[in-house]
């Protein structure tokens, strides 16, 4: 479905980092998301999109539409020595903002980049942003920048913080990145609105990534929220999605995963209340730096032709932070704090999260109840770690809101993107060949309701592997197994049918090995030589 040229949207894409299905009001969320929620009231609200499991690659494949292993970006920001791997994007790739501003879109973000190689942060003296394994998103179709070019930190001292294309300092007093993200952006869209040109913004919030990093006014919002613990809030967001038709009432809530153990048997529960407390506060945060930005465009009378899309980059993040780590450490993310105070690494009870001077995560049990009602992670390709909320808003083309079930994936964003701008995609960029698109508009849907996708879904990330057609999904641990799940039936994944339907794993089987083929994907034990089946996996969890 493509608009006329003279009528083109502006276009908002907004991007969270690390927060679960269930993590929004009206995904079934006890957290204020009045703001994210708005746009779903008169907008369209997809119960299926997927992710690409982990941030690097989901912005990867949401920036240029192909898989990450085609952008360059199959695992993380290290090059791995394989194209597919090199861990920046490639030449081949074309970023939405180079597409839309070949297409006369004036460009710009505000947030985290982290597609642009690997920095060490214990030496901003080797850092070269812009280098040729470096590039930043001026470099890659965006007029203007205001961000951090890797991938997590303090949220009030965050470090390789960036504006257009120069290093910046930071005047810490009063600063909260989430904010700064917000308020920037806010910025860029006033001043896009006095010219000529339509408008691509990303919004690309580090919240509610760890470190636990809130104010303490918006912590107390959610003091003795959680104090009945993950179990009880499992199952009331879970009673809450079938009542607002999210999920389907057929399905089984996945069991509580078994590295958590029951509320009942947790220690330090106030504590424990307290970690999803901070939580839940980073969320609400966004969600208000969200309705600054929806302000501006009401205000700016510009709100009805603008497209809207707000999903997450990857499901809930179970990661442990301890304080004897050696991934993260704190020095690697700003020691000492910039008043001299030393950082209390980890997540011990005898600390209240929040404050600058803390590093800790929520852990496996709350970030279960984040992906509810589904298995496993971030990092994982079954459902709790692939699962994001996706929200499309544009009061000018979408007349009746309502929930969308057809599967999509991040790829999409882009040729949703190009189509509602009734954009070119170039051929070549920069005297190279461009991958040609492997997402689908999901504009379709708007037009035909009975929209279904046509390509298959594939993923791998760290040996994690799933390809989904139609009702099928087949899936598999790093080392493990295929699994075979007919997803209309059985989306929190209970029923393993690979061997009950073997002619059916078997062809989804040859498509994942084909679609490796095609796009460079190599099996991890090649990339990650040292992994043994009977130690931790990079996700922090025993096969």
């Known amino acids: 479905m493509q608009q006329s040229s003279e009528n083109r949207p502006n276009i908002v894409l907004i991007l969270a980092d690390d927060m679960g299905f269930s993590d929004i009001g009206c995904y079934g969320s006890e957290i204020r998301t009045p703001n994210v929620d708005s746009l779903a009231e008169g907008g369209l609200q997809f119960t299926q999109m997927y992710n690409s499991a982990r941030c690097c690659p989901s912005r990867a494949a949401l920036l240029t539409g192909v898989n990450p292993q085609q952008a360059g970006v199959g695992h993380m920001v290290a090059d791995l020595g394989w194209p597919a791997y090199q861990g920046y994007l490639n030449e081949s790739s074309v970023t939405i903002a180079e597409g839309l501003k070949a297409n006369g879109y004036a460009t710009m973000m505000s947030g985290k980049w982290h597609v642009g190689g690997t920095y060490n942060l214990l030496d901003p003296a080797s850092w070269t942003p812009g280098d040729a394994s470096h590039p930043i998103p001026t470099q890659r179709g965006?007029?203007?920048?205001?961000?951090?070019?890797?991938?997590?930190?303090?949220?009030?001292?965050?470090?390789?913080?960036?504006?257009?294309?120069?290093?910046?300092?930071?005047?810490?007093?009063?600063?909260?990145?989430?904010?700064?993200?917000?308020?920037?952006?806010?910025?860029?869209?006033?001043?896009?609105?006095?010219?000529?040109?339509?408008?691509?913004?990303?919004?690309?919030y580090t919240s509610p990534h760890w470190p636990l990093h809130a104010l303490e006014e918006d912590i107390a919002r959610y003091q003795g929220?959680?104090?009945?613990?993950?179990?009880?809030?499992?199952?009331?967001?879970?009673?809450?999605?079938?009542?607002?038709?999210?999920?389907?009432?057929?399905?089984?809530?996945?069991?509580?995963?078994?590295?958590?153990?029951?509320?009942?048997?947790?220690?330090?529960k106030d504590w424990e209340a307290l970690r999803m407390a901070a939580y839940a506060a980073q969320i609400d945060i966004m969600d208000q730096g969200i309705g600054r930005v929806l302000s501006k465009l009401k205000e700016l009378g510009i709100a009805d032709n603008t497209l809207v899309m707000f999903l997450s980059d990857n499901g809930g993040c179970a990661e442990f932070l301890a304080e004897d780590s050696d991934r993260p450490t704190p020095a690697q993310y700003g020691t000492p704090t910039p008043d001299g105070r030393p950082i209390r690494m980890g997540n011990s009870p005898s600390i209240r999260p929040g404050p600058a001077d803390t590093f800790m995560s929520y852990d496996l049990p709350w970030a279960n109840a984040s992906n509810t009602p589904f298995r496993r992670f971030k990092r994982w390709t079954h459902e709790g770690g692939i699962s994001t909320p996706f929200i499309m808003s544009w009061p000018a083309r979408i007349q009746e809101s309502g929930v969308v079930h057809e599967p999509i994936h991040i790829i999409d964003i882009a040729a949703t993107c190009m189509d509602a701008a009734s954009a070119t995609y170039p051929t070549q960029m920069n005297d190279h060949d461009t991958t040609p698109l492997?997402?689908?508009?999901?504009?379709?849907?708007?037009?035909?309701?009975?929209?279904?996708?046509?390509?298959?879904?594939?993923?791998?990330?760290?040996?994690?592997?799933?390809?989904?057609?139609?009702?099928?999904?087949?899936?598999?641990?790093?080392?493990?197994?295929?699994?075979?799940?007919?997803?209309?039936?059985?989306?929190?994944?209970?029923?393993?049918?690979?061997?009950?339907?073997?002619?059916?794993?078997?062809?989804?089987?040859?498509?994942?090995?084909?679609?490796a083929e095609r796009c460079g994907v190599l099996p991890w034990r090649i990339l990650y030589p040292a992994w043994n089946p009977r130690m931790r996996t990079p996700s922090g969890h025993r096969v």
């Open 142 to 204: 965006f007029d203007r920048f205001f961000g951090i070019i890797t991938g997590a930190g303090s949220f009030y001292h965050p470090l390789t913080l960036m504006r257009d294309d120069q290093l910046i300092p930071i005047d810490t007093d009063g600063f909260y990145f989430t904010d700064a993200i917000s308020d920037n952006a806010v910025d860029m869209i006033e001043d896009a609105a006095q010219g000529d040109n339509p408008f691509f913004i990303h919004i690309a």
């Open 225 to 268: 929220v959680y104090k009945d613990g993950w179990d009880s809030l499992r199952t009331g967001r879970h009673e809450e999605m079938k009542g607002r038709g999210i999920v389907d009432s057929k399905w089984e809530i996945s069991p509580r995963d078994e590295s958590a153990p029951a509320w009942s048997d947790a220690r330090e």
């Open 438 to 515: 492997e997402g689908e508009s999901v504009l379709s849907v708007l037009a035909n309701p009975a929209w279904s996708r046509e390509k298959p879904i594939f993923w791998e990330h760290e040996g994690s592997r799933a390809v989904r057609i139609g009702e099928w999904k087949l899936v598999a641990p790093v080392g493990g197994e295929w699994e075979l799940y007919n997803i209309d039936d059985d989306r929190t994944e209970l029923h393993n049918l690979a061997n009950s339907n073997k002619p059916k794993a078997q062809e989804l089987a040859k498509l994942y090995d084909e679609w």
